[in-house]
């Protein structure tokens, strides 16, 4: 499997999804200023949509959008996927995070063009948001059953970017207490060390 990415952007979910479960990928580094691969190459015709993450499959497949990556890493890796109900939960939570947490909070606030007026909004809508996160990890380990799944993944990804935003985050201690116990994982740690390092190294 390909996983094309952007240190430290959302992509970096998938990355931690593939070192939790053990597998294998090839990992191609984007420049999403000016949309090309590493060879130069245009990445608007791997995904015209311009965005990570893609990935392509060992059959070829070229799949985009972090909800349907990761359901199909959650599938195919029991490791870090659910079963029964719960893989239902699971996708529940894929969609939360990517809709309302990512693009609709953190995505905000992190552009370069959205105006004063687009980020007061976001900062707004983040509070039912974190609140219900911090509400759902008052007495659980995970965002989805009893074992880390791709939806944790894709939380502490979002969560890292907390550096840069800087959202009061006291209000909310689970959510917190959450981020640092994803982050002491060893899989976790590994990624973001990694991504950390090629983003410096981009700078
Ligand atoms: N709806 C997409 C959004 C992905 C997304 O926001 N990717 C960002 C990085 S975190 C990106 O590629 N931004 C560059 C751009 O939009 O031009 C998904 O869920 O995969």
């Known amino acids: 499997m390909d996983l094309y990415f952007s240190p430290l952007a959302c992509s970096l979910a998938t990355r931690i999804s593939l070192y939790e479960a053990g597998a294998e990928a090839r990992f191609l580094p984007v420049d999403l200023k000016t949309k090309t691969l590493g060879d130069g190459a245009d990445f608007l015709a791997v995904n015209p949509k311009g965005q990570v993450p893609v990935i392509r499959t060992d059959d070829g497949e070229v799949l985009t959008e972090n909800a349907a990556i990761l359901s199909y890493l959650a599938e195919r890796h029991p490791a870090v996927g659910a079963d029964g109900f719960e893989a239902v939960r699971l996708r529940e939570w894929l969609s939360f995070l990517g809709s309302e947490l990512h693009r609709g909070v953190f995505g905000v606030l992190l552009s370069h063009v959205a105006g004063d007026g687009a980020k007061a909004f976001a900062r707004t809508e983040s509070v039912a948001r974190l609140t219900h996160l911090n509400q ?36 909310y201690p689970h959510l917190v207490a959450y981020h640092r116990r994803m982050l002491s994982r060893p899989a976790v740690l590994k990624a973001v060390a990694e991504e950390r390092e090629l983003y410096a190294a981009a700078a």
Not at 146 to 171: C, G, H, K, M, S
């Open 136 to 171: 759902r990890l008052k007495d659980r380990d995970f965002l989805v059953g009893d074992r880390f799944t791709v939806a944790d993944a894709y939380l502490t990804t979002i969560l890292n970017w907390n550096q840069a935003v800087r959202l009061d985050l006291e209000p």
